[in-house]
């Protein structure tokens, strides 16, 4: 596992956990990383980090919002 030191200034009002929930909920997003694998990162269980995600903006279902309310709008189509 690759270790990385990143400054960050006082200013921007990141904790730790934040910091990793951000970086992990990204590499997730863009399916660069498993939910276990992103989890492991922050130091979280799986079902915690799954959890977390909508607070950093994330679906776990690969949908963002304008996507789904696409599908929406296709689907209502069909009546």
């Not at 492991?40 to 309310?69: M, Q, W």
Request: aromatic fraction near 12%.
């Amino acid at each position: 596992m690759n270790v990385f030191t990143v400054k960050i200034p006082d200013s921007a009002k990141v904790n730790e956990f934040e910091l990793k929930m951000m970086i992990a909920s990204k590499l997730f997003e863009d399916g660069r990383l498993s939910s276990g694998q992103a989890a492991e990162i922050v130091g979280i269980s799986k079902r915690a980090f799954v959890e977390l995600l909508g607070k950093y903006g994330v679906s776990l279902f690969g949908y963002n919002d304008v996507e789904l309310a696409d599908d929406f709008k296709n689907a209502s189509t069909f009546n």
